[in-house]
């Protein structure tokens, strides 16, 4: 046996009797063939950056001295980056809610507002938990959905906590936030919190596995979720593995995991537009396909939707091979695009492992707010798509005679634009916070500001009462 095989051997005995204290170890990695290799050597993959070269996996606390003599150059990650240290004097782990709270929130937040529907079990885990979703919306039944959804691996938290926080915000800013207002007043917003509830509960005890797969361990350590979906399913063995003891593991069957029937059936039955897979971590916005390295017929539009959201928020944006210099086959995203044309996006939220933010509110807030202002612009897009638009919205124009227009979206160095049906108008660049970021005078050409963000912007002109809006996106 070679010194490779011995080592999976022994990580595939490690994951099957289940060991409590795991490390992160960030390995360099300068070529594509490094991070194969890696991965070739039987690792859990935690995370890996292209453009930073560098690959974090997660291996047993014992395990660490051989890996450091292996890879001289890596270095061992924070102890808390890796897993949860059960300091549950705050909540459930640390600072992050855990499945008790989460069940409490979403009750609470439903008990709390009119926009808020009380949580519906749609299915059932392995264990028979209820899995279940959340609407939130002001407008009726008909209107488009936007979909999103956390923890398809149980040890992902900070996924979850960017949920909850958009949640938050939708609901409490309703009627004063002009955004939050519109997006409301023309979605129904759809959450499903916890989709691997059974990993998340199982993580909760001191000294738990720190589960990532679901609990169905009829023949190894679980299924990988997020490798079991419909669509190119076991398309090769680099983007999910046939071996049941392995971290993506895909299951004897595309949807053989009543995790994945469940939430796949929901989405045919409300049809989302499109929406957010949380995961964590590394700061990333993926899109597909997964399966290969090929753009979608619509590369065009996530490429500009993800440089759009990712780029103000510092995250790269990419395919799963170009942003991680690995595929993934078997992907909820793949399946909701190929199958289905949905916009699903994959963010890889939060900068510090899966845990590393559980003691610290700062990084946990700054997460949520990365990840809000990207839910905000996504749910912008995703109306846009189907041609509900801000401008009709804005609270300053609808119906009205004088308008705005824009000669070409998105916008580079320099905004063209017309403003008709006024005398003398004041127009003003409003960011979506509704705070007026310049004043433009009406000639109908207007220098951007080189130290403007990317972002969607609206114009707005204004005079005795009467005003008009337009919608556009700032794109270099
Ligand atoms: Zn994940």
């Known amino acids: 046996m070679n010194r490779?095989?011995?080592?999976?051997?022994?990580?595939?005995l490690t994951l099957s009797s289940g060991a409590f204290a795991w490390r992160?170890?960030?390995i360099p990695s300068l070529t594509d063939s490094d991070f194969s290799s890696i991965a070739s050597m039987g690792y859990d993959i935690a995370n890996s950056s292209r453009s930073e070269g560098f690959v974090d996996v997660m291996v047993e606390d014992r395990f660490v001295e051989e890996t450091m003599l292996r890879f001289p150059h890596a270095k061992v990650l924070p102890a808390e980056w890796a897993q949860p240290m059960n300091d549950q004097s705050r909540n459930e782990f640390g600072?992050?809610?855990?499945?008790?709270?989460?069940?409490?929130?979403?009750?609470?937040l439903a008990a709390g507002s009119d926009l808020v529907d009380t949580p519906v079990a749609f299915a059932q885990s392995y264990q028979n938990r209820d899995i279940y979703h959340v609407r939130i919306t002001n407008a009726g039944s008909d209107a488009p959905v936007i979909f999103f959804n956390a923890l398809t691996h149980g040890r992902e938290p900070g996924g979850n906590s960017a949920l909850i926080d958009f949640a938050q915000w939708l609901t409490s800013e309703y009627g004063s936030d002009t955004m939050a207002t519109f997006i409301l007043d023309n979605a129904q917003v759809y959450f499903v919190p916890m989709v691997n509830i059974d990993a998340y509960y199982y993580n909760l005890p001191s000294g738990a596995p720190n589960h990532r797969k679901n609990l169905n361990f009829t023949s190894g350590t679980g299924i990988d979720l997020n490798r079991n979906w419909g669509y190119m399913w076991g398309y090769d063995n680099i983007g999910s593995s046939p071996d049941p003891y392995s971290e993506t593991y895909?299951?004897?069957?595309?949807?053989?995991e009543v995790e994945t029937q469940g939430l796949s059936d929901l989405m045919v039955e409300l049809m989302p537009l499109g929406g957010f897979n949380f995961h964590t971590y590394g700061g990333y916005l993926i899109y597909p396909w997964g399966y290969n390295n090929q753009p979608t017929p619509?590369?065009?539009?996530?490429?500009?939707?993800?440089?759009?959201?990712?780029?103000?928020?510092?995250y790269d944006w990419g395919r799963c091979y170009e942003v991680l210099g690995y595929s993934s086959n078997g992907d909820a995203c793949d399946w909701e695009y190929g199958d289905q044309g949905m916009?699903?996006?994959?963010?890889?939220?939060?900068?510090?492992?899966?845990?590393g933010s559980q003691n610290d509110t700062t990084l946990i807030v700054t997460n949520n707010l990365e990840c809000r202002s990207m839910s905000k612009l996504l749910c912008m897009n995703l109306l846009g798509s189907v041609g509900i638009e801000a401008q009709e919205y804005a609270g300053v124009g609808e119906g009205v005679e004088p308008s705005v227009d824009i000669s070409a979206n998105p916008v580079g160095s320099v905004l063209s634009f017309t403003v008709q049906g006024f005398g003398a108008p004041i127009v003003s660049v409003l960011d979506l916070s509704g705070r007026v970021v310049a004043r433009v005078s009406d000639s109908g050409s207007w220098a951007v500001p080189s130290g403007m963000s990317n972002g969607i912007y609206y114009l707005v002109a204004r005079e005795n009462g009467a005003s008009a809006s337009r919608a556009f996106t700032v794109l270099r």
């Open 4 to 12: 490779c095989a011995a080592l999976c051997l022994v990580l595939l």
């Open 298 to 314: 619509d590369q065009a539009t996530f490429q500009s939707w993800g440089a759009q959201m990712a780029g103000p928020v510092g």
């Open 95 to 108: 600072y992050y809610y855990g499945p008790n709270e989460n069940n409490a929130f979403w009750a609470n």
């Open 343 to 355: 916009f699903f996006f994959t963010p890889e939220v939060d900068d510090n492992g899966f845990w």
């Open 24 to 26: 992160l170890i960030r």
């Open 250 to 256: 895909r299951g004897t069957a595309a949807f053989s």
